[in-house]
C-alpha cells in the first residue's frame, strides 16, 4: 500500500521560503510504523531526519528502515535506518513518534553561496521514498522480513556482555579504568555500544557511566524475558 505525505521543510531565518516536498511511504501493507522525513536547516545547510510513527497498540522495541531522499538538483541520498532499544531509549510507545536516522551531509536546497543564489534544477521535484522492512514489539513478536535485522539481532549478546564488562570495570578500577575502556573498541558493535553512550550521555548531560549502568539494567530485563 502506498502511503503520500506532504511534508514542509522549515528553513531557518536565513531562508525567506518554504520548500515542500513529497514523502511516499512504500511499505507493505499493515506495516506497524510509518515513516515521515524532516528537514532542518542549519548554518551549513540542510539536515534530513528519518521519523518513525508507531501506529500499532504496541511499544516497538527494533526497527530496520530505508529511505531516499531526492534533492532539487537530482542527487539521490540513501539512508539506512537499524535501531535496537534493548540498549537505548526504550521503545517507541503506541502513538509516538521517534527519529531513527540522520544524514551525515546537508541537502542542497538554494542558498546564497559568495552572494549568488544557486538555483535548483527546475525539472526535478524534491522528493523521498521509504520502506519499514523490519519490527519487533516489546513483546517479542515481529513484523517483516527477519532477514532484514539478522545482524543486529544477533549482536544483542555481545552487546550486552560489553555494557557489563564497561560497569565491571569501573567497579573495579574506577573512572579512569572505564573511560580507557569505553574508548577501547574500534569495530563493530562494543564499538557502536561505547559511541552511543558517548554522545547520549553528553548530550543529556549525565555521567557515562550512569548511563551505562541505566542501559546494563533495561538491556539485562529484556535478556531476562526472553526478548534474546
Known amino acids: 500500500m502506498k502511503r503520500t505525505t506532504i511534508l514542509t521543510i522549515l528553513l531557518s531565518s536565513a ?27 542549519e548554518d551549513s545547510g540542510l539536515f534530513t531526519t528519518v521519523l518513525a510513527h508507531n501506529n500499532s497498540m504496541k511499544g516497538v522495541l527494533a526497527i530496520v528502515a530505508t529511505v531516499e ?13 537499524r535501531q535496537d532499544y534493548v540498549f537505548k531509549y526504550g521503545v517507541i510507545g503506541p502513538g509516538n513518534d521517534r527519529g531513527i536516522a540522520w544524514t551525515d551531509s546537508p541537502l542542497e536546497l538554494p542558498h546564497p553561496v559568495g552572494g549568488v543564489t544557486a538555483h535548483p534544477d527546475a525539472n526535478v521535484t524534491p522528493h523521498a521514498e ?26 544483542r549478546p555481545e552487546k550486552l556482555a560489553f555494557l557489563q564488562h564497561l560497569v565491571d ?36 548531560k549525565i555521567a557515562r557511566i550512569d548511563l551505562a549502568g541505566k542501559r546494563l539494567a533495561a538491556a539485562q530485563e529484556w535478556h531476562s524475558a526472553g526478548i534474546f
Open 69 to 81: 531522499v531526492t534533492d532539487p538538483h537530482g542527487q539521490v541520498l540513501s539512508i539506512i535506518a
Open 15 to 41: 531562508f525567506s521560503f518554504g520548500q515542500k516536498i513529497e514523502m511516499s511511504d512504500l511499505s507493505a501493507a499493515g506495516s506497524p510504523v510509518s515513516l515521515s522525513v524532516k528537514v532542518d536547516s
Open 130 to 155: 521509504g520502506v519499514v522492512s523490519f519490527v519487533q514489539f516489546e513483546d517479542g513478536s515481529i513484523w517483516g522480513d527477519p532477514r532484514a535485522a539478522k545482524g543486529m539481532i544477533a549482536q
Open 169 to 204: 570495570v569501573y567497579n573495579m578500577g574506577g573512572e579512569a579504568a572505564f573511560a580507557a575502556a569505553l574508548d577501547e573498541p574500534k569495530a563493530g558493535s562494543p564499538a557502536s555500544i561505547a559511541g552511543c553512550l558517548k554522545v547520549d550521555a553528553d548530550h543529556d
